[in-house]
């Protein structure tokens, strides 16, 4: 397959996978949502600045619930046989995403002086949530999820393979291989400076 025919696949499933992450989104969001209000009001009613530990912690929740249904759902298509590396890159993505929430609510209810559960969830589960939503799918689609990313990489694991089960020995060029190929050995020749030295 050449690479402007897995672009155009890949564009053709824009919709389709912005339609699934946003259905995963919906139940990170209800998660998001419970796990925050639960903490709030509950957990850690009388612990100083519960507001950003309840969203550090109900945020890291939601992580884990997208992260399946991502990779085994929404970008499905695209997900990649090394787990570890993808599970890595996401959990970065989505902690990086995490700070988009977090800066939200510092800003309404420290810098601005909101401070009602109300003003906590608008500045949570709103506008950070809809920030957080854009940079996350961004990444996931063009870096983690990545079919160009995942296509090289199973090239270059084939080749590899091929080289390896061939029985070729793999080695880094020398400075005869990489010299110009002429009609004559001299100038593959390392240049040993004037004669005589």
Wanted: net charge positive; glycine share 8%.
């Amino acid at each position: 397959m050449t690479t402007e025919t897995r672009t155009s696949a890949h564009k053709a499933r824009l919709l389709p996978q912005l339609i699934k992450f946003g259905a995963v989104g919906a139940v990170g969001f209800v998660v998001n949502l419970v796990v925050f209000n639960v903490l709030m009001l509950f957990v850690l009613e009388n612990v100083p600045h519960k507001t950003l530990y309840a969203t550090a912690i109900a945020t890291l929740v939601a992580i884990a619930a997208n992260w399946l249904g991502n990779r085994y759902w929404a970008f499905a298509g695209n997900r990649n046989s090394d787990a570890t590396r993808e599970g890595i890159e996401f959990f970065v993505v989505s902690l990086a995403g995490m700070a988009i929430p977090l800066l939200c609510v510092w800003v309404s209810h420290y810098l601005l002086g909101f401070q009602s559960l109300l003003a906590d969830n608008i500045a949570n589960n709103v506008v950070g949530l809809a920030l957080g939503t854009v940079f996350r799918f961004a990444f996931y689609r063009w870096w983690v999820f990545s079919p160009e990313r995942a296509a090289a990489r199973d090239e270059r694991r084939a080749g590899a393979r091929g080289a390896l089960s061939s029985g070729a020995h793999v080695t880094p060029r020398t400075a005869r291989e990489k010299a110009p190929i002429t009609g004559s050995t001299l100038a593959a020749a390392p240049d040993r400076g004037l004669v005589g030295d």
